[in-house]
């Protein structure tokens, strides 16, 4: 069983940057593939990053969606049992609830086991 929380999210103006957290609870976080991602009012939730686990404390081979790619980074440390998601060069259509993902670095939904609750990223223009 893994629990996720999700923090970081905000207002920023564009051009602007985040870093969202997520910190996981359950012994075999280290062992997970983590994934990220967004979901606009009235859109489907869309697939933004993932990360497997390779076995280091970070090290682990990365995914991104082709419309955030230059623009997002993810990340980990199992040793604090989280992943992060940096963000930079916002845009207004970047505004979304960020949620993080345990179980997968598929880019459906359905394919994750874990989700957090989510937090609101809001980009003025």
């Known amino acids: 069983q893994v629990q996720l929380v999700e923090s970081g999210g905000g207002l920023v103006q564009a051009g602007g940057s985040l870093r969202l957290s997520c910190a996981a609870s359950?012994?075999?976080?280290?062992?997970?593939?983590m994934g990220w991602f967004r979901q606009a009012p009235g859109k489907e939730r869309e697939f933004v990053a993932a990360i497997r686990w390779s076995g280091g404390r970070t090290f682990g081979t990365t995914y991104y969606a082709g419309s955030m790619k230059g623009r997002v980074s993810i990340s980990r440390d199992n040793a604090k049992n989280t992943v992060y998601l940096q963000l930079n060069s916002l845009k207004p259509e970047d505004t979304a609830v960020y949620y993080c993902?345990?179980?997968?670095?598929?880019?459906?939904?359905?394919?994750?086991?874990?989700w957090g609750q989510g937090t609101q990223v809001t980009v003025s223009s």
């Open positions: 993902a345990a179980g997968s670095t598929g880019r459906s939904p359905q394919e994750y086991d874990y």
């Open positions: 359950g012994r075999t976080f280290s062992t997970y593939a």
